[in-house]
């Protein structure tokens, strides 16, 4: 006999004007109490869909619908689409407590990221809005083919703007108000010194200045030095990696591991010049060397934060530098630990965001062989 239609089901199918995503608040509900269980994503909140992003991970027990994926995914940046399709699943619970260090805080890690993502699609914007007029009259030298202009600048206090519209009293080290002695951007203006946000406005501005598509904004925030989080945001490629402590790492809102390479002799692995530091080249050229006659290749593409993200998705398996700024590794350096990689100086401290120097990354393997190979070479 035939059946009759479940009234709800009818109400919905004529009435074409709801939202594909209200539709799908709706089928939840009813999977849910049919089935007696959650088809909803654990652990997530509406922050990433706040502006504009893909939904993202929390960690391996995450579970993505595909059709609340994709009402997401179609939702433009500040509608309300996108909160309405997962409201249900709990997405706007109250954030759990973060084990950082040694040290339980309480932290809302997914508002520092969306504040992060935020921050870093704006600079983004900047690029893009200034890409190929930037005359070589209007780039300032800072040192040796070291260039600032008015993009760094404008990307960098559009961030810095965007952080302390939501956390006004926290701390900031940005590049080019570090270099230019500002101690604002130091947080030496009675700001809270625990929280510490760390950005490079731009990541590769000679690269920028050719139109070379190696360039990206790097934002982190860290906790009495510890990431917490970090975004870095490629407009040439579209691509936008980010991290939060203890969540995993992702790309585009897919999660990213780490390769696993063992043997060095397959190893492709991405390195830096220390162009800033002259002294150095003696013995980075000795490593260099021995890099190239050890490992399946070297690649130096000038964006240390994108070198480390293309460490964090398997696309390089290793990277090392010998003279690098906080600003220049803090995000990456996150997104890598996170996709399962190790970070350290070159010495093996776990530092390398305290000052300048010396980055070593890679998978578990290929970071303590890389290491062997250049470790004591040239010096």
């Given at each position: 006999?035939?059946?009759?239609?479940?009234?709800?089901?009818?109400?919905?199918?004529?009435?074409?004007?709801?939202?594909?995503?209200?539709?799908?608040?709706?089928?939840?509900?009813?999977?849910?109490?049919?089935?007696?269980?959650?088809?909803?994503?654990?652990?997530?909140?509406?922050?990433?869909?706040?502006?504009?992003?893909?939904?993202?991970?929390?960690?391996?027990?995450?579970?993505?619908?595909?059709?609340?994926?994709?009402?997401?995914?179609?939702?433009?940046?500040?509608?309300?689409?996108?909160?309405?399709?997962?409201?249900?699943?709990?997405?706007?619970?109250?954030?759990?407590?973060?084990?950082?260090?040694?040290?339980?805080?309480?932290?809302?890690?997914?508002?520092?990221?969306?504040?992060?993502?935020?921050?870093?699609?704006?600079?983004?914007?900047?690029?893009?809005?200034?890409?190929?007029?930037?005359?070589?009259?209007?780039?300032?030298?800072?040192?040796?083919?070291?260039?600032?202009?008015?993009?760094?600048?404008?990307?960098?206090?559009?961030?810095?703007?965007?952080?302390?519209?939501?956390?006004?009293?926290?701390?900031?080290?940005?590049?080019?108000?570090?270099?230019?002695?500002?101690?604002?951007?130091?947080?030496?203006?009675?700001?809270?010194?625990?929280?510490?946000?760390?950005?490079?406005?731009?990541?590769?501005?000679?690269?920028?200045?050719?139109?070379?598509?190696?360039?990206?904004?790097?934002?982190?925030?860290?906790h009495e030095g510890d990431l917490v989080a970090g975004v870095v945001a490629s407009g040439?490629?579209?691509?936008?990696?980010?991290?939060?402590?203890?969540?995993?790492?992702?790309?585009?809102?897919?999660?990213?591991?780490?390769?696993?390479?063992?043997?060095?002799?397959?190893?492709?692995?991405?390195?830096?010049?220390?162009?800033?530091?002259?002294?150095?080249?003696?013995?980075?050229?000795?490593?260099?060397?021995?890099?190239?006659?050890?490992?399946?290749?070297?690649?130096?593409?000038?964006?240390?934060?994108?070198?480390l993200c293309h460490v964090a998705t398997g696309w390089f398996d290793g990277f090392w530098?010998?003279?690098?700024?906080?600003?220049?590794?803090?995000?990456?350096?996150?997104?890598?630990?996170?996709?399962?990689?190790?970070?350290?100086?070159?010495?093996?401290?776990?530092?390398?965001?305290?000052?300048?120097?010396?980055?070593?990354?890679?998978?578990?393997?290929?970071?303590?062989?890389?290491?062997?190979?250049?470790?004591?070479?040239?010096?």
């Amino acid at each position: 006999r035939a059946r009759t239609k479940s009234p709800t089901f009818m109400w919905m199918s004529d009435a074409p004007r709801w939202t594909a995503a209200l539709k799908i608040s709706i089928i939840v509900r009813i999977v849910r109490v049919r089935a007696g269980r959650s088809a909803c994503p654990v652990g997530s909140t509406g922050a990433l869909r706040r502006v504009g992003y893909p939904l993202a991970a929390a960690g391996s027990q995450y579970r993505d619908p595909p059709e609340a994926a994709e009402a997401v995914r179609r939702a433009p940046p500040g509608s309300a689409a996108a909160p309405d399709a997962l409201d249900s699943c709990g997405f706007f619970d109250a954030p759990p407590r973060a084990s950082i260090g040694e040290t339980s805080i309480s932290v809302e890690p997914d508002r520092l990221l969306e504040v992060a993502l935020a921050a870093a699609r704006e600079a983004v914007a900047i690029h893009e809005q200034h890409l190929g007029s930037v005359p070589p009259e209007a780039w300032a030298a800072k040192g040796i083919a070291d260039f600032v202009t008015h993009v760094d600048r404008e990307a960098e206090d559009r961030i810095v703007s965007r952080i302390l519209a939501d956390f006004p009293d926290h701390a900031i080290l940005a590049e080019e108000a570090s270099t230019g002695g500002n101690t604002q951007a130091l947080g030496l203006a009675g700001r809270d010194p625990t929280w510490q946000w760390i950005i490079d406005p731009l990541d590769g501005t000679t690269n920028f200045l050719h139109r070379y598509p190696m360039y990206a904004a790097s934002v982190a925030v860290a906790h009495e030095g510890d990431l917490v989080a970090g975004v870095v945001a490629s407009g040439p490629s579209g691509d936008v990696w980010w991290a939060v402590h203890g969540r995993g790492a992702f790309r585009n809102g897919n999660r990213i591991s780490v390769s696993g390479t063992r043997h060095m002799p397959h190893a492709l692995i991405g390195t830096g010049f220390p162009f800033k530091v002259p002294a150095h080249l003696p013995a980075y050229l000795g490593q260099l060397e021995r890099v190239l006659r050890n490992t399946a290749g070297v690649r130096r593409a000038g964006s240390a934060a994108l070198d480390l993200c293309h460490v964090a998705t398997g696309w390089f398996d290793g990277f090392w530098e010998l003279s690098l700024a906080p600003w220049d590794v803090a995000a990456g350096t996150l997104i890598v630990r996170e996709a399962g990689g190790v970070v350290t100086r070159l010495d093996g401290g776990s530092d390398v965001i305290g000052a300048d120097g010396s980055v070593l990354a890679g998978n578990a393997r290929v970071h303590e062989a890389l290491g062997d190979m250049v470790r004591g070479v040239g010096t």
